[in-house]
Nanobody, 119 residues
Framework: QVQFVESGGDLVQPGGSLRLSCAAS????????MAWYRQAPGKQRELVAS???????TYADSVKGRFTISSDARKSTTYLQMNSLKLEDTAVYYC?????????????WGQGTQVTVSS
């Protein structure tokens, strides 16, 4: 059974930091591209950062220089280090893993973790 479990969401003041974790199970982690998305109330889910199975990372312009995505294959876990948090970073953050095997795409999502930035 495939499971992605996010943790680390919290209430934090503007300028603060948080580290989100996404622990995967039931997959061969090193084969998967991993990503963090977020969804704020009334808005569409958006891609925040991604890390390919080969290690290449991408970031949304809104988080470049503030957020860092990384993975530890030994722990089957992907992280999102968030620094200099802003009010507009408030959202539910979701982790996603995907791979293509024999022409078929596999996508898995976590349940989300709430990040609230407020003074």
């Amino acid at each position: 059974q495939v499971q992605f479990v996010e943790s680390g969401g919290d209430l934090v003041q503007p300028g603060g930091s948080l580290r989100l974790s996404c622990a995967a199970s039931g997959i061969i982690f090193s084969f998967y591209n991993m990503a963090w998305y977020r969804q704020a109330p009334g808005k569409q889910r958006e891609l925040v950062a991604s890390i390919a199975s080969g290690g290449t990372t991408t970031y949304a312009d809104s988080v470049k220089g503030r957020f860092t995505i990384s993975s530890d294959a030994r722990k089957s876990t992907t992280y999102l280090q968030m620094n200099s948090l802003k009010l507009e970073d408030t959202a539910v953050y979701y982790c996603k893993g995907d791979r293509i095997q024999l022409g078929k795409r596999y996508d898995y999502w976590g349940q989300g973790t709430q990040v609230t930035v407020s003074s």
